[in-house]
C-alpha cells in the first residue's frame, strides 16, 4: 500500500481520498477505521470500556436509553440509534427495526419462513426480528 501526505495551509480541514482499482473489504474495513466508527465507548455504571465494532452483536433502544450487546456483555450507550446509524460502517452494520441495529458479520442464521418479516440469529443464539419496514433494506444488505 502506497501512503502519500500532502500538506496545503489553506485547508480547512483534514480530508482523506482513498484510491483503489476496486471496492473490496480491505478498502471498507480502511475507510471506516479513518472515519472513526471502529470504537465506541460503552459504559457500566460510572466505568467506560472500549468496544471494538467487530465485537457488536447489536444496539438496541431499551427503557429510554440505548444498549448494546457485545461478545462480552451488554452496556449502556450515550449515543442515539440515528448517531450510530451513521457513524458505524454501513457496510457492516443495519437497521432491522425502528430500535434495533445489527452487525452483520455477526449473523449466524436467517429464517425466511416467517410471512413478512425474518428472524435473524446472532452470535451467542440471540434471536431478533426485522419489522416488515426493513425487510427490503436487510435483504439488499445480504445480497438475497
Not at 416467517?114 to 426480528?129: F, K, N, S
Request: charged share 25%.
Amino acid at each position: 500500500m502506497k501512503v502519500e501526505i500532502r500538506i496545503e495551509p489553506g485547508c480547512g480541514e483534514l480530508s482523506v481520498t482513498i484510491t483503489a482499482p476496486a471496492l473490496t473489504h480491505e478498502v471498507k474495513a480502511l475507510a471506516a477505521r479513518l472515519e472513526g466508527g471502529g470504537v465506541l465507548i460503552g459504559w457500566r455504571g460510572d466505568t467506560a470500556v472500549p468496544l471494538a465494532a467487530e465485537e457488536i452483536l447489536r444496539c438496541y433502544g431499551e427503557e429510554k436509553g440505548v444498549k448494546v450487546q457485545t461478545t462480552r456483555g451488554v452496556f449502556d450507550l450515550r449515543e442515539r440509534l440515528y448517531e450510530l446509524e451513521a457513524r458505524l460502517d454501513r457496510h457492516a452494520f443495519v437497521r432491522i427495526s425502528h430500535s434495533e441495529i445489527v452487525n452483520l458479520g455477526q449473523i449466524t442464521a436467517l429464517d425466511l419462513a416467517l410471512t413478512g418479516t425474518i428472524r435473524i440469529t446472532l452470535a451467542g443464539e440471540t434471536v431478533c426480528y426485522v419489522s416488515r419496514r426493513y425487510v427490503k433494506k436487510i435483504k439488499e444488505a445480504l445480497g438475497l
